[in-house]
């Protein structure tokens, strides 16, 4: 049996644990990135890849711009096929009622210094030729972004590695904790700290937290440059796609650099098989459809699905795990762990080495989660 020692060992290679091992190292830690497959696997792999403020809460905004701005800060350094493009967001309101929603985001983005611009209905023809008529109009978030996650993910990991960590992928994780990582080879990694990256693997790792697993669908077309000019997300999308007890499909498209187009989304609870369910699929696609009618006609290229790791109130877990004073997590993202991977590796390393953060910690601790359960479906 082989025995190697870190300062900080970290479970899952994605972007959340990539970028938490890029951090680690920045600081001057010796880390070891553990992962039973390669860099930017599971939900990275499988992810829109959207830079995005959401606004659900306070704390999610919070985490979110905070992320946002970190990754406008990395951009000069991204290479190529990071495919970083600032496309910003649309938010499209179907009638009033929803153009009221889009004038509270409006106030409550302004009042943090988020750019935004309420579009009414002609400004949003404007930016967007092939939606359908009749829509009452949307807000603009411009700085919001989208990237290739897998390639995101290996530069991190990349940059990590360049820094000193150490790799470990290929061997499945036995038990972890206690300071230690036993893999099942019988390899096993020594460290003071041990950080659960393992996204919706999390809980199989970590008995007693706080995250389910939840599925979703992607389409990708095939090439059709300059259909989609922004990320386009309805407005029931934060009432349909952040239902917690039942399948739910919203309007939310894409553009890639290639001319593609990426359709979602959908949300799945309880679904454990990663096949792609078509009822759902179609569904997905009609909801697309319904607001940009020229996406029937396009041809798919790629259909996958993924499961992205839910907490009961929304939040990720970041920072230590009470029963075990080695063990931190960094986990629970959901579909946002493209977006707040960086700012999730800066608050994990600001408490592992009691600096200070940016924005406050409390609310994403796992140490909450007692009193989460009542959140439960």
């Not at 496309?87 to 988020?114: F, L, N, P």
């Not at 939040?315 to 959901?334: K, M, N, Q, R, V």
């Not at 590796?345 to 940016?358: D, F, K, S, W």
Request: negative net charge.
């Amino acid at each position: 049996m082989s025995r190697a020692a870190y300062d900080v060992a970290i479970v899952g290679a994605g972007i959340v644990g990539a970028a938490c091992a890029n951090e680690c190292a920045r600081h001057g830690m010796r880390v070891v990135l553990i992962d039973q497959d390669s860099a930017g696997g599971g939900a990275t792999n499988a992810a829109m890849g959207h830079i995005v403020v959401m606004d659900d809460s306070e704390a999610q905004f919070s985490l979110t711009r905070y992320s946002q701005q970190l990754w406008q800060e990395l951009k000069p350094q991204l290479p190529d096929d990071v495919e970083y493009e600032q496309c910003g967001t649309i938010w499209v309101a179907a009638d009033e009622d929803e153009m009221q929603a889009v004038r509270r985001k409006h106030a409550y983005y302004s009042r943090d210094g988020v750019p935004v611009e309420v579009l009414d209905s002609e400004s949003l023809r404007r930016l967007e030729p092939n939606l359908r008529n009749g829509l009452a109009g949307g807000l603009l978030v411009p700085e919001d972004a989208v990237l290739y996650p897998p390639c995101a993910a290996r530069f991190l990991m990349e940059r990590a590695r360049a820094a000193g960590t150490t790799l470990s992928f290929g061997v499945q994780v036995s038990r972890m904790g206690n300071g230690c990582v036993r893999l099942s080879d019988g390899t096993e990694f020594s460290a003071p700290v041990i950080v659960n990256a393992a996204g919706a693997a999390s809980p199989m790792l970590t008995p007693g937290i706080e995250v389910k697993k939840r599925k979703g669908h992607l389409v990708i077309t095939d090439r059709y440059p300059g259909l989609v000019r922004h990320q386009l997300v309805e407005l029931g999308y934060l009432k349909s796609a952040h239902s917690v007890i039942s399948d739910s499909v919203a309007f939310n498209v894409q553009p890639r650099r290639t001319g593609q187009v990426l359709i979602g989304s959908s949300r799945q609870f309880g679904a454990e098989n990663n096949e792609v369910d078509h009822q759902i699929l179609a569904r997905m696609v009609q909801r697309a459809s319904h607001y940009m009618p020229a996406l029937a006609h396009t041809s798919a290229i790629r259909v996958w699905t993924g499961f992205r790791a839910a907490t009961p109130d929304k939040l990720p877990l970041i920072g230590p795990w009470p029963e075990d004073s080695t063990l931190y997590l960094a986990t629970g993202h959901e579909g946002l762990g493209i977006t707040t991977s960086l700012a999730t590796a800066r608050l994990l390393v600001a408490q592992i080495t009691g600096g200070t953060t940016e924005i406050p910690v409390e609310p994403y601790l796992p140490a909450r989660t007692g009193s989460m359960e009542h959140l439960h479906a």
